[in-house]
Structure formats: C-alpha cells, structure tokens
C-alpha cells in the first residue's frame, strides 16, 4: 500500500514539474492584442495548471503556477513582483476551476469552476496590479504615461483604478476563458499522460 502511495506521489511530482516546464515556456511566448495598450501582453501559461488542477487536483494545479512563477524570475523584468502578481491570478483561477471539478467531475463542474475562476482572477488582477505591479512599473515609467497609454485608447479614462476596470479586468477574464476553452479541447488526451493510465 505505501509503495503504491510512493509511486502516486512521485508521479504527481514528475506530473507537475512537467506541466510547470511547458507552462513556463509558455509564458515567453506572449504577444499584444488590439484595443489593450502594448505593454500588456497575451499568453495561455495558465493552460498547463488548469488541466493539472483537473487532472491531479487544485493544489497540483497551484504548484504549477508556483514553480513556473520560480522559473521565470531567471528572466524578470520586476524584480519578481510580476511573477508575485502573476502567482497569485493563476493561483485564484486553477484553484477555483479545480476545486469545483473536484466535487463532481463532470464537464458543467468544469466549466463553471472555470468560468467562477476566471471572474475571480478578473476581479483580483484590479487590485493586484494596482497594489502590486504598478507601483514598481512607475520607477521605470511615470503613471502619467501609464495612463496616456490607457487613454490613447479610450481618451475618457480619468484614472489607474478606472483603467484597470476597464480594460484590464475584462482582458484577464477573457484571457481565463481563452485558456478554458483550450483546456476543454486537450484535457481529454493529456488527462491520462498526468495519471499515467
């Protein structure tokens, strides 16, 4: 009995390590999307961590989120308060998705912890860019500037929280749905690789 233990455990390891390697190689490849200012990029680095949250349950999920965040403070440009950031919206929407998975597997569960996931890491992006991530970027680029980048895009925009509501909370939920709906399309090939059935 324990050695089977041993070996479920050692698979989720090597399960999530995996996962976290191919979900920080993911994270390099980002790129700008119309109708957001261009220092905000698009990625799909959550993909492997909502399928892990799925397949080996949400706190596998969240150490997918953890060591990829590990990995690419090698390669930061905030001084690793991007990657705290970064952390702590994956962290909120795969273990969100994952937990409601978890208490009935079946793909409505699935969508709806995901979609429940996606307005929490939407929500908490507001404050978590505003508290931490944008004070760091104003050593490196006046919050005037910040916000005329906002501006040149709605001209309207008064202010950092009003620019966050606007434009950054509906791209993180969007983004959380993108990644959602691809999760949908591969869980079902990649699930029995991560259990190793």
């Not at 705290?84 to 929407?93: T, V």
């Not at 434009?167 to 991560?194: D, E």
Request: charged residues 10%.
């Amino acid at each position: 009995m324990r050695n089977n233990k041993n070996r479920l455990s050692a698979r989720t390891m090597v399960s999530v390590a995996m996962m976290a390697a191919v979900s920080f190689v993911l994270m390099l490849f980002n790129f700008s999307v119309p109708f957001m200012p261009a220092f905000i990029k698009l990625d799909i680095a959550e993909l492997p961590a909502l399928v892990t949250s799925y397949a080996l349950g949400p706190l596998a999920g969240v150490a997918v989120c953890f060591i990829k965040n590990c990995l690419h403070l090698f390669n930061t440009s905030t001084g690793g308060v991007g990657e705290l950031s970064n952390f702590i919206l994956g962290a909120s929407f795969v273990f969100t998705a994952g937990m409601f998975y978890k208490r009935k597997k079946n793909r409505t569960s699935a969508l709806v912890g995901a979609v429940i996931g996606a307005l929490c890491m939407a929500a908490i992006s507001v404050f978590s860019n505003y508290y931490i991530v944008y004070p760091v970027y104003t050593a490196f680029m006046p919050l005037e500037g910040i916000i005329a980048a906002y501006q040149a895009i709605i001209p309207s925009v008064d202010n950092l929280w009003e620019a966050l509501v606007i434009f950054n909370m509906p791209f993180t939920f969007f983004k959380g749905m993108l990644v959602t709906a691809i999760s949908f399309l591969i869980y079902k090939k990649i699930a029995p690789i991560l259990k190793g059935k």
